[in-house]
Protein backbone atom coordinates (compact mmCIF):
# COMPACT_ATOMS: atom_id res chain seq x y z
CA UNK A 1 0.00 0.00 0.00
CA UNK A 2 1.46 3.37 -0.88
CA UNK A 3 0.69 6.01 1.36
CA UNK A 4 -0.48 9.53 -0.53
CA UNK A 5 1.50 12.33 0.55
CA UNK A 6 -0.17 14.98 2.61
CA UNK A 7 -1.61 16.98 -0.86
CA UNK A 8 -3.38 20.18 1.45
CA UNK A 9 -1.39 22.92 2.14
CA UNK A 10 -3.99 23.67 4.34
CA UNK A 11 -6.63 22.05 6.56
CA UNK A 12 -9.31 22.84 4.54
CA UNK A 13 -12.60 21.16 4.94
CA UNK A 14 -13.92 18.53 2.80
CA UNK A 15 -17.15 17.89 0.42
CA UNK A 16 -19.34 16.44 3.73
CA UNK A 17 -18.44 19.51 5.80
CA UNK A 18 -21.28 21.16 6.32
CA UNK A 19 -21.12 25.03 7.02
CA UNK A 20 -24.41 26.12 8.27
CA UNK A 21 -25.13 29.41 8.19
CA UNK A 22 -22.06 32.02 7.92
CA UNK A 23 -22.85 35.84 7.87
CA UNK A 24 -19.78 37.58 5.42
CA UNK A 25 -19.30 41.32 6.74
CA UNK A 26 -16.74 43.54 5.05
CA UNK A 27 -16.58 47.12 4.23
CA UNK A 28 -17.36 48.49 1.04
CA UNK A 29 -14.24 47.70 -1.20
CA UNK A 30 -12.78 44.14 0.94
CA UNK A 31 -14.01 42.02 -2.19
CA UNK A 32 -17.35 40.15 -0.05
CA UNK A 33 -18.64 39.81 -3.46
CA UNK A 34 -16.17 37.44 -4.81
CA UNK A 35 -15.53 35.78 -1.54
CA UNK A 36 -18.96 34.93 -1.27
CA UNK A 37 -19.47 33.25 -4.74
CA UNK A 38 -15.90 31.53 -3.73
CA UNK A 39 -17.49 30.11 -1.11
CA UNK A 40 -21.17 28.94 -2.75
CA UNK A 41 -18.95 27.06 -5.52
CA UNK A 42 -16.90 25.30 -2.82
CA UNK A 43 -19.61 24.23 -0.63
CA UNK A 44 -22.41 24.11 -2.76
CA UNK A 45 -24.52 25.82 -0.63
CA UNK A 46 -26.57 29.27 -1.57
CA UNK A 47 -25.96 32.75 -1.20
CA UNK A 48 -28.91 34.57 0.51
CA UNK A 49 -29.14 38.31 0.35
CA UNK A 50 -31.65 40.63 0.66
CA UNK A 51 -30.81 42.78 -2.61
CA UNK A 52 -31.99 39.82 -4.09
CA UNK A 53 -34.53 38.82 -1.57
CA UNK A 54 -36.22 41.87 -2.17
CA UNK A 55 -36.13 41.97 -6.07
CA UNK A 56 -37.28 38.18 -5.94
CA UNK A 57 -40.55 38.85 -3.99
CA UNK A 58 -41.26 41.68 -5.81
CA UNK A 59 -40.12 40.09 -9.58
CA UNK A 60 -43.05 37.02 -8.14
CA UNK A 61 -45.47 39.54 -6.87
CA UNK A 62 -45.73 37.96 -3.80
CA UNK A 63 -47.31 39.28 -0.63
CA UNK A 64 -44.44 40.52 0.95
CA UNK A 65 -43.14 41.90 -2.46
CA UNK A 66 -46.29 43.86 -2.80
CA UNK A 67 -45.98 45.83 0.22
CA UNK A 68 -42.07 46.23 -0.07
CA UNK A 69 -42.80 47.81 -3.47
CA UNK A 70 -45.23 49.98 -1.97
CA UNK A 71 -43.21 51.18 1.09
CA UNK A 72 -40.63 51.85 -1.46
CA UNK A 73 -42.54 53.96 -3.87
CA UNK A 74 -43.22 55.98 -1.07
CA UNK A 75 -39.96 56.50 -0.67
CA UNK A 76 -39.25 54.64 2.78
CA UNK A 77 -37.33 51.84 3.57
CA UNK A 78 -38.34 48.42 3.90
CA UNK A 79 -39.16 47.26 7.70
CA UNK A 80 -37.25 44.56 9.46
CA UNK A 81 -40.23 42.56 9.86
CA UNK A 82 -40.67 42.21 6.09
CA UNK A 83 -37.33 41.80 5.52
CA UNK A 84 -37.64 38.96 8.20
CA UNK A 85 -40.49 37.57 6.93
CA UNK A 86 -38.54 37.18 3.20
CA UNK A 87 -35.50 35.50 5.17
CA UNK A 88 -37.57 32.80 7.23
CA UNK A 89 -39.30 32.20 3.69
CA UNK A 90 -36.30 31.69 2.01
CA UNK A 91 -34.65 29.47 4.71
CA UNK A 92 -37.76 27.00 4.27
CA UNK A 93 -36.14 26.33 1.11
CA UNK A 94 -34.52 22.66 0.73
CA UNK A 95 -31.38 23.85 -1.14
CA UNK A 96 -30.31 25.72 2.61
CA UNK A 97 -29.99 22.29 4.90
CA UNK A 98 -26.03 22.27 4.61
CA UNK A 99 -25.73 26.08 5.13
CA UNK A 100 -25.71 29.43 3.32
CA UNK A 101 -24.08 32.37 3.00
CA UNK A 102 -25.30 35.98 4.28
CA UNK A 103 -24.95 38.93 2.20
CA UNK A 104 -26.66 42.37 3.93
CA UNK A 105 -28.70 40.84 6.50
CA UNK A 106 -28.35 40.74 9.58
CA UNK A 107 -27.73 44.42 9.23
CA UNK A 108 -28.96 45.37 12.99
CA UNK A 109 -29.56 43.57 16.35
CA UNK A 110 -32.92 43.26 15.78
CA UNK A 111 -32.52 41.09 12.82
CA UNK A 112 -29.54 39.05 13.95
CA UNK A 113 -31.98 38.20 16.84
CA UNK A 114 -34.49 37.41 14.41
CA UNK A 115 -32.16 35.24 12.75
CA UNK A 116 -30.86 33.34 15.96
CA UNK A 117 -34.33 32.54 17.53
CA UNK A 118 -35.43 31.28 13.33
CA UNK A 119 -32.33 29.09 13.13
CA UNK A 120 -33.07 27.57 16.54
CA UNK A 121 -36.17 26.18 15.55
CA UNK A 122 -36.00 22.81 14.67
CA UNK A 123 -38.17 22.71 11.43
CA UNK A 124 -34.81 24.88 10.17
CA UNK A 125 -32.32 22.78 8.90
CA UNK A 126 -29.04 22.78 9.80
CA UNK A 127 -29.89 23.44 13.09
CA UNK A 128 -26.52 24.96 13.80
CA UNK A 129 -25.98 28.67 14.98
CA UNK A 130 -25.25 31.72 12.95
CA UNK A 131 -21.32 32.30 12.60
CA UNK A 132 -19.90 35.71 11.69
CA UNK A 133 -16.85 36.40 9.51
CA UNK A 134 -15.90 40.15 8.94
CA UNK A 135 -13.53 40.64 5.99
CA UNK A 136 -10.80 42.88 7.10
CA UNK A 137 -8.58 44.99 4.80
CA UNK A 138 -6.48 48.03 5.98
CA UNK A 139 -7.87 51.93 5.78
CA UNK A 140 -5.08 52.58 3.07
CA UNK A 141 -5.11 49.51 0.94
CA UNK A 142 -9.40 50.10 0.94
CA UNK A 143 -8.30 53.69 -0.09
CA UNK A 144 -6.02 52.49 -2.70
CA UNK A 145 -8.52 50.41 -4.02
CA UNK A 146 -11.08 53.15 -4.54
CA UNK A 147 -10.09 56.10 -5.05
CA UNK A 148 -7.20 54.01 -7.70
CA UNK A 149 -10.63 52.52 -9.52
CA UNK A 150 -10.50 53.75 -13.14
CA UNK A 151 -13.39 52.47 -15.98
CA UNK A 152 -13.98 52.76 -18.99
CA UNK A 153 -16.55 55.04 -20.41
CA UNK A 154 -16.95 52.63 -23.57
CA UNK A 155 -16.53 48.77 -22.91
CA UNK A 156 -17.47 49.46 -18.97
CA UNK A 157 -13.53 47.41 -18.14
CA UNK A 158 -12.80 48.61 -14.62
CA UNK A 159 -9.12 49.49 -13.99
CA UNK A 160 -7.10 50.00 -10.93
CA UNK A 161 -3.86 52.26 -11.22
CA UNK A 162 -2.12 50.30 -7.91
CA UNK A 163 -3.52 47.01 -8.48
CA UNK A 164 -4.70 46.37 -12.23
CA UNK A 165 -3.26 49.35 -14.09
CA UNK A 166 -4.08 49.93 -18.11
CA UNK A 167 -0.77 49.30 -20.41
CA UNK A 168 -0.57 52.95 -21.35
CA UNK A 169 -2.15 55.47 -18.40
CA UNK A 170 -5.25 56.39 -18.43
CA UNK A 171 -5.88 54.61 -21.68
CA UNK A 172 -7.90 51.28 -22.14
CA UNK A 173 -6.03 48.51 -23.19
CA UNK A 174 -8.97 46.94 -25.22
CA UNK A 175 -10.08 49.67 -27.12
CA UNK A 176 -7.88 53.08 -26.59
CA UNK A 177 -10.33 55.37 -24.57
CA UNK A 178 -9.57 57.66 -21.81
CA UNK A 179 -10.82 56.26 -18.72
CA UNK A 180 -12.35 57.78 -16.20
CA UNK A 181 -12.88 58.52 -12.32
CA UNK A 182 -16.30 57.87 -11.11
CA UNK A 183 -17.11 60.73 -9.27
CA UNK A 184 -17.74 59.09 -6.19
CA UNK A 185 -14.56 56.79 -6.22
CA UNK A 186 -13.08 60.03 -3.88
CA UNK A 187 -11.30 59.93 -0.45
CA UNK A 188 -14.24 61.72 1.16
CA UNK A 189 -17.10 59.52 -0.22
CA UNK A 190 -15.14 56.75 1.55
CA UNK A 191 -14.94 58.09 4.53
CA UNK A 192 -18.38 59.10 5.11
CA UNK A 193 -18.88 55.00 3.55
CA UNK A 194 -16.90 53.38 6.04
CA UNK A 195 -18.31 55.89 8.88
CA UNK A 196 -22.04 54.64 7.98
CA UNK A 197 -20.63 50.67 8.05
CA UNK A 198 -18.86 50.96 11.24
CA UNK A 199 -21.86 52.49 12.93
CA UNK A 200 -24.35 49.74 11.03
CA UNK A 201 -21.85 46.81 11.51
CA UNK A 202 -20.46 47.04 15.08
CA UNK A 203 -23.72 46.19 17.17
CA UNK A 204 -24.04 43.11 14.47
CA UNK A 205 -19.77 42.15 15.22
CA UNK A 206 -20.50 42.90 18.75
CA UNK A 207 -23.67 40.51 18.99
CA UNK A 208 -21.34 37.25 17.18
CA UNK A 209 -18.54 38.43 19.25
CA UNK A 210 -20.27 37.83 22.78
CA UNK A 211 -21.06 34.44 21.73
CA UNK A 212 -18.26 33.06 20.46
CA UNK A 213 -19.20 33.26 17.04
CA UNK A 214 -16.85 36.28 15.20
CA UNK A 215 -13.98 35.81 13.62
CA UNK A 216 -11.79 38.03 11.42
CA UNK A 217 -10.07 36.88 7.72
CA UNK A 218 -7.04 39.05 7.10
CA UNK A 219 -8.22 40.76 3.55
CA UNK A 220 -4.89 41.87 2.70
CA UNK A 221 -3.73 39.49 0.46
CA UNK A 222 -4.86 37.48 -3.35
CA UNK A 223 -8.45 36.47 -3.77
CA UNK A 224 -7.14 32.79 -3.09
CA UNK A 225 -5.35 33.92 0.56
CA UNK A 226 -8.25 35.56 1.32
CA UNK A 227 -10.68 32.77 0.97
CA UNK A 228 -8.34 30.10 2.67
CA UNK A 229 -8.43 32.77 5.76
CA UNK A 230 -12.19 32.74 5.34
CA UNK A 231 -12.74 28.89 5.72
CA UNK A 232 -9.88 28.30 8.13
CA UNK A 233 -12.52 30.71 10.43
CA UNK A 234 -15.02 29.05 9.36
CA UNK A 235 -13.43 26.06 10.44
CA UNK A 236 -12.37 26.98 13.66
CA UNK A 237 -15.89 28.81 14.98
CA UNK A 238 -17.68 25.30 13.70
CA UNK A 239 -15.26 23.59 15.96
CA UNK A 240 -14.84 25.75 18.98
CA UNK A 241 -16.95 24.49 21.85
CA UNK A 242 -20.34 26.47 22.76
CA UNK A 243 -21.73 26.29 26.42
ZN1 LIG B 1 -12.50 50.05 -22.92
Known sequence: MTQTPESRPTALAGTDFVPGPVLLLGAPGVGKGTQAQLLVTKYNIPQISTGDLLRGNIARGT??????????????????EIVNQMVLHRLQEKDTHRGYILD???RNLEQATFLDHTVADPIYLPRLPV?????????DKLLARITGRRNCPVCKHIYNVCANPPKVAGVCDLDGASLTQRGDDTEQVFIERMKTFQAQTAPVIAHYHDQGRF????????????????????LKLRRAPRG
Do not use: F, R, T
Not at 63 to 80: R, T
Open 63 to 80: ELGLKAKEIMSSGHLVDD
Open 104 to 106: GYP
Open 131 to 139: IAVSIVVSY
Open 215 to 234: EEADGNQGVEAVNVAIEQAI
